[in-house]
């Protein structure tokens, strides 16, 4: 064995790792902090105090050359030749066994807290690491090196009699039972006992042990209590549960905000130079989170959520919205380069911030109204859409009908010419189409009637201009030539029938155009970066969704494409946003959000 690699059992095969070379990652959160663990139980990637903050732990994209400079936390049995990893049934907290070749062996459980206390949700910023002997006579290195400054910065300790502190701008704590000089020492100890690791911003007190025990008892009861009430399918139901686990920790506890992924700057397709930070709330992205969750009846997230984007809005002078926000509602950081970090498996750069926020994106107006189509399900008792909630949409519906033929830069954020996307057109079809539903359920006739008609107009205009005689589908921009995967959207949207022929005829193209293998393209023409690399999993899951609408034979097709799919996530049932639809390899930031929303939205839509 390499030195510094270790064994993972993966499907029954024992596999050696001397780098990261792919997003085997697991990831634990509470709705405060997110870490992703890889296969040998090191944490790779940890922003504190917040999702969007500075990486503590950013070895994930230090490359090869200087990953403890970046951050690093790794507990390691001393002679490993095997080590298993799995979640905790429904929770989304992660056992690591680690054997030697003697049968000593300890057992890793990582956690970040999470349940009720005191009549609200506690969400610590705080990450536990319990360690507890599992056979043998077992001796383990501890290495912690949390970084500052994006990598830049190795942050100063000082020992106290139980905990390590680290200097920074907001200082950390390494709260410990374990010996902390051995810790700082990166020198090895027998185990013999369960050891118990709380890193973050909170000072903790008493037996650790116990306290560990307790914080772990009552998270996983939390977890637990959550899934069951969950309505998901009976078949996939184990994918539904883990996509559904996946989506609530990209949540923000404290604001409802929702990031469209943990991590910045994992490329698309390797040395692309597609390379973002995704550590953001997208109105878009958010809705097809909330959108999932609710279709398994999780609404607490979507009410949450819209009470988010709507301060959001009521903040400007005229209900204007913006591409992305920052988890505490501001402005998203200016892009830069984290010129410390060398990147994913050395392929960078790593940016901080996403400059696509300056851009004009028409969609975003829809995706909001959508976000509160759950709270109008029912007019009658049950229902949180009221009168109050819908007058507060309604701006959204009036920047749509103005916007809805306007260029902007699209869903894709093409960095190039805006153009008038037809994807675009069509979500601001869907702001006042919903909201005449809305005020339909709600006796409003004089506002249905009036939603209604700019609905129509505009479904008029799409009808006219993003249709291509000659291609015999929709278009990606209006009077233009090139396709689009986004429109496999239009049936679930409620724009065309899926056997209207134009549908029919829509796909037909995409399967002729985009389709690589199995898996879907967002597009195939150059872009800023050139052509694209990786198929966009995101558009295989719309795909498959618009193959169970067209029912018969094509739906079997989506069950057997569906299978596929699931077969292609992480050992750990996660997604990242793209595929190489050669290999299976993953790509992308990750987990990804709206894909995880995509195993949901399939499950629901092929139970039926």
Known sequence: MQSGSFPVILHGLVRYFPHLTSVDLALVGNGAIGALIDAGGTVVWCCLPRFDGDPVFGSLLAGESHPER????????????????????????LVTRCYDKKGGGVEITDFCPRFEKDGILFTPTMLVRQVRPIGGRASIVVRVTPAAGYGCTRREHALGANHISYAG??????????????????????????????????????????VGASLLEQTEAHWRFWVRALAAPVEWRDAVVRAAITLELNVHERTGAIIASMTTSIPEAPNSGRNWDYRYCWPRDACFVVNALGRVGEIRTTERYLGFLLAQAESTNDARLSPMYAIDGGPIPPEQVAECLEGYR?????????????????????????????????????????????????????????????PDAGLWELRGAERVHSFSSLMCWVACDRLAKYAERLGLADRAEYWRLRAASIHDVIALRSWNQKLNAFTATMEGDSLDASLLLMP?????????????????????????????????????????????????????????????????EARVLFEKVLGARNRHGLLAEDLDPRTLEQWGNFPQTYCMAGIIDCAVALAK
Not at 183 to 196: A, E, N, Y
Not at 352 to 376: C, H, M, R
Request: proline letters at 4%.
């Open 169 to 210: 701008d907001q200082a950390l704590r390494l709260t410990t039972n374990a010996p902390t000089e051995a810790i700082v020492d990166r020198s090895p100890f027998h185990i013999d006992r369960t050891l118990t690791f709380m890193f973050g911003l909170d000072e903790q007190s008493g037996d650790l042990t116990s």
């Open 70 to 93: 970046a951050g690093i936390f790794a507990i390691e049995l001393v002679g490993a030749v095997r080590i298993e990893q799995r979640y905790a049934t429904d929770t989304p907290i």
């Open 492 to 556: 679930r949207l409620g724009f065309l029938e899926a056997d209207d022929p134009r549908f029919v005829g829509t796909v037909a193209a995409i399967e002729s155009q985009l389709k690589h293998g199995d898996f879907i393209y967002r597009y195939v023409e150059r872009d800023d970066f050139g052509y694209p690399e990786n198929a966009f999993l995101v558009c295989t899951f719309w795909y498959i969704e618009a193959l169970a609408a067209m029912g018969g034979a094509r739906r079997e």
């Open 346 to 406: 050395g392929m960078g750069p790593v940016r901080i911030g996403n400059k696509a926020s300056e851009q004009q994106q028409n969609d975003i107006y829809g995706e909001a109204v959508l976000t509160a189509e759950p709270l109008f399900a029912n007019s009658g008792a049950g229902s949180t859409g009221d009168q109050a909630l819908f007058a507060r949409l309604e701006p959204f519906g009036e920047h749509a009908a103005r916007l809805h033929d306007v």
